[in-house]
């Protein structure tokens, strides 16, 4: 809830996010400082005044990357290990959990979902190859917030 908050409405303070959230200052900070040792995210050290600190989403949207299958820290292989345990192999590299945030127009949110729509689309035909499975691909498009 924190890294989406601070996605979805830029840099705050812990205490702002605490009140924003229903939740008590300390433990914000201690989850927020918790989400930075990690890199989700950091100081925002233009906003910050005094001892004020100012925290900012580190990216605004994150996908799996399947190179860590092959990360030197075992802790990383496991963690992905136990994610993708499910699935055959030649499934583990083709697999995909993404989200972004991008900043549209109505106009240009409409040319982006037809895209994906066509693109989409162009994958209906069934696949009879050895190894072909169904997919599931879940799209969402709409405003975060409006004014």
């Given at each position: 809830m ?10 705050a ?18 989850h927020?400082?918790?989400?930075a ?23 605004s949207?994150i ?9 030197a820290?075992?802790a990383?292989?496991?963690a992905?290990d ?16 993404s989200?972004?945030?991008l900043?549209?127009t109505?106009?240009?949110a409409?040319?982006?979902?037809g895209?994906?729509h ?15 499975e169904r ?12 004014h």
């Amino acid at each position: 809830m924190l890294l989406r908050a601070l996605r979805q409405h830029g840099p705050a303070t812990a205490s702002m996010l605490a009140e924003r959230l229903g939740e008590s200052s300390g433990a914000t900070s201690y989850h927020l400082r918790q989400l930075a040792a990690h890199g989700f995210v950091e100081d925002a050290p233009e906003r910050g005044k005094g001892r004020e600190r100012w925290w900012q989403a580190a990216d605004s949207g994150i996908s799996f990357d399947s190179s860590v299958l092959a990360d030197a820290d075992a802790a990383t292989r496991g963690a992905t290990d136990t994610f993708l345990h499910n699935w055959l192999p030649a499934w583990a590299q083709a697999t995909d959990m993404s989200d972004f945030t991008l900043r549209l127009t109505p106009d240009r949110a409409r040319e982006l979902i037809g895209t994906m729509h066509e693109l989409l689309q162009s994958y209906r035909d069934e696949d009879d190859s050895p190894g072909a499975e169904r997919v599931r691909v879940h799209t969402h498009t709409f405003p975060i917030s409006t004014h």
